[in-house]
């Protein structure tokens, strides 16, 4: 009898492989079977705008966009072969990277893969990629083959031998940069006409050595104008380069040129050696310069009542200009803000110079009159306007604001797509929201809408601004340590955001100003029914909300809505808050159920405008004004949101959202400082004030030597410079205080010249020479 073998019994690791691998093929099998589905189904849309499909899909999806541009590639592909065999490809287990290498394969690819496939074949990407080389192979003729071998092998052979020449172009510009910096710390003291031999061989040195360094550029790089053709700003501080180097190859600086770029390429103001700083490698010691060290600038078109501008400015922005056609939204931008750059104009008349002067700006923001594709008396679309406007200007970021109120109608949302669409077309990455002012903090829960761009080579992510709220982890967390169900329904029903009723809003504080806190000894009757009344009010609606900010007034009772359940009388609006006469009384009843008319005051307080804050149409005209106005800290959190992501800047929004947005004492015409000494006193003839005297001020009142000059390459020049402009001030002062002893106040005879010249005579003067250098006369 054959004694029977015993089988091994599995591992423990042969069974989880087992087990793994199987669960894995079943899910493989529910995703390949959904992704063909999603890309049959994608089908139904191939007769609509691909822009306008991108855009519906992306903001109603969730989809990102090359999500969707794989979707329509596999979409059409399976209008081809590919559908006859829909079933096979369900059942083939292949992976989704190799779906979509099917879907970008040439009919003669898909034909061979589906036999594999029909084989058994389980078909990877990169056998896909196979398959397609292949039948490159075969239809390319051997000649263009042999082309194709020697052209990369050029190219592959040429890598080295432009690395090569960038590294050089970087060696003479560093070379440039030193020596201009050693140029204007030599001859800064005015003293060159002293030693011209000396002066001519340094100036003759840079020209030299710059016109080395401009022949490699172009030969590496090319022209400046070919740069500034690109329309990038990384090509537009690399021009800057190019023409500094031409500018002093063709020895147009020294004193009478000054060491200035004199081409204006809209990126503000740069001295020759900060405009070659693109061509000067970083090394191991020294700390990447921030391209922008000013304030982000913003471009402000519908101004409005201020809103968006205030919330801008507190988010750090600074505006180079507000527009708006309507006068008494110019005089209040006036009248609270005065240094705001206010401009009356229409939008819609705006010439495309008067708007190019605003060339690479950080954000274009406007808070427009309606959504997308809404018609209403005197508040156009302005949507189509604002994208002309982004394709002229190219600003780095935008931010459109409307009311939401018409945000859900039948026909707007496709309208509001192509909006959104017409945007992303002219080169932006675009987010389409709406937030609800209850969760800033808010008395009244009002949804405004936000079209949000950042410029595509941009690079930076926008996030929605959220506030106080929970992360899908902690909820989780909450929800897991919740024991009984009404706590966990008090979870599921809990509200988002930073939310303040009336009362820790301070609105229900502005209407009873009239109320004595002391005990009631000596008030009269009607003032102790008035403090009463004022206690029991507060008490029973300081948790409520405002049903709404009403834009017009409403004499109608049947039309008040839920103004009661607030504590208002919604039929008129007043200027003032109820005096003690009005809410006193002889019955006792009619002074407990007294509910106060709402004020213009109030309102604005609502929307989160500082009490100080002064509208200046007349009569019921502010009412759409306060109305339509963005509320100020919605705006901040916004603003806060996109600096992020221009600038990688983080912020703590649940702080800065229970921030003021401005203070009061900062609204308003403000007191004048009186002048420094330093600005009483004229600039000093022995030291110009050029780019190194600034940055040796800085560090002389406290700032440190590597924030003020991050490149230590560059630190020299501005701690020799320390020393003689400590002696200056010293100078000065002495100066200036042995004046006054005197009794003369007039420090003109100390002054000196802003830029310095040549001396008259010398061949290197161009203008006029210094006060200093004329002679004295008869």
């Known amino acids: 009898m054959t004694k029977k073998k015993e089988e091994t019994p599995p591992s423990i690791d042969e069974i989880a492989l087992r087990r793994t691998a199987s669960e894995i093929r079943s899910i493989n099998d529910v995703i390949l079977k959904s992704y063909l589905h999603a890309a049959d189904t994608f089908s139904m849309l191939n007769a609509v705008d691909p822009a306008l499909v991108d855009a519906y899909l992306m903001e109603h999806a969730g989809l990102a966009r090359e999500d969707i541009e794989r979707l329509r590639k596999l979409s059409a592909a399976m209008d081809g072969q590919l559908r006859e065999h ?45 398959l397609s080389e292949l039948r490159q192979t075969k239809v390319t003729p051997e000649w263009m083959q042999w082309e194709q071998h020697r052209s990369s092998t050029l190219e592959s052979l040429a890598q080295p031998a432009v690395k090569e020449k960038i590294a050089s172009l970087e060696t003479k510009a560093l070379a440039v940069v030193d020596e201009l910096h050693r140029f204007d710390e030599c001859w800064s003291d005015g003293t060159f006409d002293e030693y011209k031999d000396m002066y001519e061989e340094c100036h003759r040195s840079l020209v030299t050595k710059a016109s080395l360094a401009f022949i490699e550029f172009e030969d590496v790089i090319g022209t400046g104008e070919s740069l500034l053709a690109l329309g990038t700003e990384d090509a537009t501080y690399l021009a800057a380069s190019y023409f500094a180097l031409g500018q002093v ?43 922008k060290v000013a304030p982000l600038k913003v471009l402000e078109l ?9 919330g801008l400015q507190a988010a750090g922005f600074q505006h180079l200009a507000l527009y708006d056609n309507y006068k008494p939204a110019i005089k209040t931008l006036k009248t609270n803000q005065p240094h705001w750059p206010v401009r009356h104009r229409d939008v819609t008349n705006l010439t495309d110079e008067e708007l190019a002067s605003f060339g690479h700006v950080d954000l274009l923001a406007a808070g427009l009159p309606c959504g997308p594709g809404e018609r209403i008396k005197r508040r156009p679309d302005l949507h189509p306007r604002m994208t002309e406007i982004l394709r002229l200007l190219q600003p780095s970021s935008f931010i459109f604001e409307s009311d939401a109120g018409a945000r859900k109608k039948p026909g707007l949302m496709i309208a509001r797509t192509e909006a959104v669409a017409a945007m992303a077309a002219a080169g932006y990455v675009v987010m389409d929201f709406s937030l609800d002012t209850a969760e800033y903090g808010l008395p009244h829960s009002t949804r405004r809408d936000f079209i949000v761009g950042i410029r595509a080579d941009m690079g930076g992510v926008f996030a929605i601004p959220k506030v106080h709220t929970k992360s899908i982890e902690q909820k989780a967390e909450a929800y897991k340590k919740a024991k009984t169900k009404a706590k966990r329904d008090e979870l599921d029903n809990e509200l988002p955001g930073y939310r303040r009723g009336l009362q820790k809003a301070n609105i229900l504080s502005l209407f009873t100003s009239h109320e004595i806190l002391r005990s009631s000894d000596g008030k009269s009757e009607a003032q102790r029914r008035y403090d009463s009344w004022a206690k029991e009010w507060r008490g029973k609606f300081g948790e409520t909300l405002l049903p709404d900010i009403p834009m017009k007034q409403e004499k109608r009772a049947g039309r008040v809505g839920g103004w009661p359940a607030s504590g208002f009388d919604r039929s008129w609006i007043v200027e003032t808050p109820p005096t003690v006469k009005d809410v006193g009384g002889s019955d006792d009843k009619a002074f407990r159920d007294f509910k106060p008319r709402l004020t213009f005051a109030a309102l604005a307080a609502a929307q989160g405008f500082p009490v100080s804050w002064r509208f200046m149409a007349g009569g019921d005209e502010r009412l759409p004004m306060i109305q339509a106005a963005l509320p100020p800290v919605v705006a901040k959190m916004v603003g806060l949101a996109l600096r992020t992501a221009l600038t990688g800047e983080t912020f703590d929004l649940d702080r800065e959202v229970e921030l003021a947005v401005i203070q009061d004492a900062k609204v308003g015409p403000q007191p004048r400082k009186p002048p420094s000494l330093r600005e009483r006193l004229r600039r000093n003839r022995y030291l110009p004030r050029t780019k190194i005297y600034e940055q040796a001020v800085r560090v002389l009142n406290g700032e440190d030597l590597k924030i003020v000059e991050p490149n230590r390459l560059l630190r020299r020049p501005i701690k020799e410079m320390m020393p003689l402009v400590r002696a200056e001030l010293a100078r000065i002062e002495a100066e200036y205080t042995r004046r006054e002893d005197d ?3 007039d420090p003109s005879v100390i002054s000196g010249p802003c830029v310095m010249y040549a001396p008259t005579g010398s061949r290197f003067a161009k203008k006029a020479a210094c006060s200093s250098d004329r002679e004295e006369p008869a």
């Not at 893969?113 to 029909?118: E, G, H, I, S």
């Not at 519908?302 to 205030?310: N, S, V």
């Open 302 to 310: 519908c101004a409005g009542g201020g809103g968006m501008a205030l």
């Open 86 to 130: 829909l079933e096979l490809l369900v059942q083939s287990r292949v992976s989704l990277r190799a779906i979509d290498a099917l879907a970008d394969a040439h009919e003669d690819v898909q034909a061979s893969a589906v036999k594999l496939l029909d084989g058994g074949k389980v078909l990877r990407a990169d056998e896909v990629a196979v």
């Open 249 to 291: 190859s063709e020895g147009r600086f020294g004193y009478g040129y000054g060491l200035s770029l004199r081409r204006d390429l809209g990126i503000g103001d740069l001295q020759l050696a900060d405009a070659l700083r693109e061509l000067v490698p970083f090394d191991e010691y020294t700390q990447s310069v921030p391209r």
């Open 743 to 745: 009794g003369d106040h």
